[in-house]
């Protein structure tokens, strides 16, 4: 278990893109505000792009700032930990390089202010939508990914703009409930890994909650999405949590 001595951060769900260039400059003025602060370490518990195709496109300007952001906050002394999300999961190995971020599973536990805590983006426990995770299941196999990244960049750009649109479309015929943290599933994933606290995204349902298990007391944190007017962070340091407003 990582063990993390002053404060961490945590954020997720930021779906940077060209598009949005808010996005990068609220991005870039938080992780100012991390250094600053002088931060034990920043989770990022994926989505932090809207997609990302493979890591041999860090040469897109786009993609180049964002490195160049996590690179000067790595360099300045503030380790950085990258979980990643159903959007970004082809990151890899020539990223971690490049931002010197560390690259964690897609499970992570780490002691956090005296509390073993649970990381994770959040999509492994909306178990509800077995459509998603039959999807999911697909696009994380070595076969699926190996045949991807052999495409062309543009030909990968044009399959990922398809799959985003075929995505929000599945989304308009599911329900809320479909859509969100399975109960049963958190507390499964708690027990599991024998954590107290559970850290996550995806879901873009900010909030707190106390969970009952049958050796105690736990809490479940969800993280805030930054790209529909809202945004934020999670901070966990002596002082105890709070959450840091990021949306600009």
Known sequence: MLTIGGTARFVSDLHLRAERPDLTGRFAAFLGDTASARAGALFILGDL??????????????????????????????????????????IGETFAAATGVELLPETATIDVAGAATLLMHGDTVCTDDSAYQEFRRMVRTQEWQ?????????????????????????????????????????????????CTR????????????EIRLGSGKAERWVLSDWDTGRGDALEIGAAGMRRIDCSG
């Not at 559970?198 to 909650?209: V, Y």
């Open 146 to 194: 190996t045949d991807f990244l052999a495409r062309p960049l543009p030909v990968r750009r044009t399959e990922i703009e398809s799959l985003r649109r075929r995505s929000a479309e599945a989304m308009q015929g599911k329900t809320a409930a479909i859509m969100d943290a399975n109960a049963d599933a958190i507390r499964a994933a708690l027990d599991a890994h024998g």
């Open 198 to 209: 559970l850290i996550h995204g995806h879901t873009h349902r900010p909030g707190h909650e």
């Open 49 to 90: 792009f809207e997609y990302w195709i493979g890591d041999d496109d860090l040469a897109d300007p786009f993609n180049a700032e964002v490195c160049k952001l996590l690179r000067k906050l790595v360099d300045q002394g503030t380790p950085v930990f990258f979980i990643a999300g159903n959007r970004d999961f082809l």
